[in-house]
T-cell receptor, first 111, second 113 residues
């Protein structure tokens, strides 16, 4: 079963706009990770946030984590056409050394 | 490092045939994971290894699926006999520890006709 559920399922924006994706999960976690998948390719790790962290930045990416609400958000600022991809959150519950992936958000950035 | 290497990239086979997918993890990564991705079920963990030992195979759908890791640099996922519902993209990923970032391979797109 899916641990994480991303929202929205699909998002279409114009280049230069910000994109926000949300992830909700069900059980306590050790860390939460975000991955990007371009069409027909493997997943690429973007950022990892630990359960004792609330916010993390990496370039144009900003991730927040609210463990009381069991939710996380990924913000991509000043989006580019090259950001077009599917984005997945993945949780490590700590009881086992494995990631459970959410359902993904398909982001389309148009010129 | 060349990253996680999977072969073949594409595989088309007839129902009932044996299929073997291969993976070379990143050197020094102690964990290796096999995932399956479909439109209906998303990304599912099939099995993972730590130091070449299978730790959790609860995601393996049936006895038709088996996985091995004979050494730190090679793993196989075998389906015998294959069925059309096995059609999916199969990913291998490796990680230095179980709680750090994963590096994924490019995947094997399997089509069973």
């Amino acid at each position: 079963s899916q641990q994480g559920e991303e929202d929205p399922q699909a998002l279409s924006i114009q280049e230069g706009e910000n994109a926000t994706m949300n992830c909700s999960y069900k059980t306590s976690i050790n860390n939460l990770q975000w991955y990007r998948q371009n069409s027909g390719r493997g997943l690429v790790h973007l950022i990892l946030i630990r359960s004792n962290e609330r916010e993390k930045h990496s370039g144009r990416l900003r991730v927040t984590l609210d463990t009381s609400k069991k939710s996380s958000s990924l913000l991509i600022t000043a989006s580019r056409a090259a950001d077009t991809a599917s984005y997945f959150c993945a949780t490590d519950t700590g009881t086992a050394s494995k990631l459970t992936f959410g359902t993904g958000t398909r982001l389309q950035v148009t010129l | 490092d060349a990253g996680v290497i999977q072969s073949p990239r594409h595989e088309v086979t007839e129902m009932g045939q044996e299929v073997t997918l291969r993976c070379k993890p990143i050197s020094g990564h102690d964990y290796l994971f096999w995932y399956r991705q479909t439109m209906m079920r998303g990304l599912e963990l099939l099995i993972y290894f730590n130091n070449n030992v299978p730790i959790d195979d609860s995601g393996m759908p049936e006895d038709r699926f088996s996985a091995k890791m004979p050494n730190a640099s090679f793993s196989t996922l075998k389906i015998q006999p294959s069925e059309p519902r096995d059609s999916a993209v199969y990913f291998c990923a490796s990680s230095p520890t179980g709680q750090s970032a994963y590096t994924f391979g490019s995947g094997t797109r399997l089509t069973v006709v």
